[in-house]
């Protein structure tokens, strides 16, 4: 099992080094977001967005038969879900590093937590394990100060345990977000 999820990781790097967007996908997140919140999605790396698209693919998929579930406010939390983390704070590389870090330096993550990381050695790894574990309420924060309150609430808990009374689009998230 661990063979596998070391090829599942190594996957998931080679994707990521390898993403791009089509101008076809840049058409549907222009569909599906208001001009207002498109620069944040821009502003994420290439492997972030191509991530994004994809969940909103799938979740489309999963939401296929689903009733009560608001396919718009759903397909917009799937581009919008990781904007806490823009190009520059969390690229490819400073995914791996989390990764490895989480894997083999668990005491180090909880160091990364802490906003002011003080100009050492860890500031811009540091700052990478910051933006990981904390791109929920990031992302939120930011949709928030635009207005976007209902996307906001869903992307600030994608990452939490499922809870009862969690809207549909938030479960259907979770679950896109797991298989991609």
């Not at 919008?80 to 989390?98: A, E, P, S, Y």
Request: aromatic fraction near 6%.
């Amino acid at each position: 099992m661990g063979k596998k999820k070391s090829l599942g990781r190594a996957g998931q790097f080679l994707r990521a080094v390898k993403a791009r967007v089509t101008a076809e996908e840049l058409a549907f997140m222009k569909a599906h977001l208001p001009p207002e919140v498109q620069p944040l999605f821009l502003a994420m790396h290439v492997a972030d967005q191509r991530h994004v698209l994809n969940v909103a693919y799938t979740a489309l998929e999963l939401a296929k038969d689903a009733s009560g579930v608001d396919r718009e406010l759903l397909v917009r939390c799937c581009l919008l879900h990781d904007v806490g983390r823009v190009k520059g704070t969390l690229d490819v590389w400073g995914k791996v590093w989390t990764v490895l870090a989480n894997k083999f330096l668990p005491a180090k993550m909880r160091f990364a937590l802490e906003k002011d990381q003080g100009g050492s050695l860890w500031q811009k790894p540091g700052y990478a394990l910051y933006v990981h574990r904390r791109h929920p309420e990031m992302g939120a924060a930011k949709l928030e100060s635009l207005g976007f309150e209902r996307e906001a609430e869903i992307i600030r808990l994608h990452h939490k345990p499922e809870a009862p009374g969690d809207a549909e689009e938030l479960k259907i998230l979770r679950r896109a977000d797991a298989l991609n």
